[in-house]
């Protein structure tokens, strides 16, 4: 099954850029779809290889870190080619 999952990780601290960017490198070097706006962070694929990527991609993340929030949403559905109609 393919999902689709919005990711905004808000690394509550001074250096919050350098985490962020960091974050955002991980999801790029790997074999899934990422898609960047200025609030998110888009990221698809198959469920059973996304989930196992996604969470060791968090976990390290957050022990680089103090205190993050991470905002994420999945989709049950491929969402990558989606562009608005209006």
Same mark, same amino acid.
């Given at each position: 099954m393919n999902i689709s999952i919005d990711? =905004?990780?808000?690394?509550? /601290?001074?250096?919050y850029e350098k985490h962020v +960017? @960091?974050? +955002? $490198? &991980?999801? *790029? @070097?790997? %074999?899934? =779809? !990422?898609l %960047?706006?200025?609030l998110s962070t888009q990221i698809y694929g198959e469920f059973s290889k996304l989930m196992p990527f996604l969470t060791q991609a968090i976990e390290t993340s957050f022990e680089? /870190?103090? +205190?993050?929030v991470l905002t994420m $949403? !999945? !989709? $049950? =559905?491929? *969402?990558? &080619?989606y562009e608005p109609h209006f």
């Open positions: 990711l =905004t990780l808000s690394p509550l /601290q001074d250096d +960017i @960091d974050f +955002i $490198k &991980a999801l *790029r @070097d790997s %074999e899934f =779809t !990422v %960047e706006n200025p680089n /870190q103090n +205190i993050c $949403k !999945v !989709v $049950k =559905t491929d *969402r990558s &080619a």
